[in-house]
């Protein structure tokens, strides 16, 4: 039986798969967010991304496996079938995972970099369909190919190792 390289097949390959993801976007969307509003890139702007990363990659590594991981599941499962190739089911699943936590970090990034505010929906408003955009790109052409590219390489490994175990020592 084929089993899939790509993707995690059992819960400590997910837990790696899902924070080298969630590394990565927030590390990304931190840091483009952060300078943009800013201006410019500078030490003080450095030290900023570097204190709101923990906070936002937290955040993230609990609300996508528990609300939006979930829904984006279940509605690729109701857009797909099971003959469907693994990119179509991918690329939905990267669509409704990207519409939930854009939607959901847009607000709470604000939240974490300025606190509540009164133009907080107003911005999110404004700025949610920029991140949508931004980070739909970026996890379908970059961070979710390396973070398939980091389960073919453990899988691989996996593979030598269990044949080299399996091959009689002369």
Known sequence: MHQEKRLPRNGKEGL???????????????SF?????AGEFNGEIAF?????????????????????????????????KPTDSFNSKILFRILFTVLGMSAAMTLIGDMVGNGFHP??????????????????????????????FVMVKLHDAQDRKAAAAITPQV
């Open 16 to 30: 790696l798969y899902g924070a080298t993801i969630s590394t990565l976007t927030v590390l990304f969307m931190t």
């Open 33 to 37: 967010s952060t300078i943009y509003f």
């Open 48 to 80: 900023a991304i570097l204190k709101m990363l923990p906070i936002m990659w937290i955040i993230v590594m609990v609300i996508e496996p528990a609300i939006f991981g979930r829904i984006a599941e279940a509605l690729t499962a109701k857009f797909t």
């Open 119 to 148: 133009e907080l929906f107003s911005n999110w408003l404004q700025y949610w369909p920029r991140n949508f955009i931004i980070v739909l790109a970026a996890e379908s052409l970059v961070i979710q190919p390396i973070a398939r």
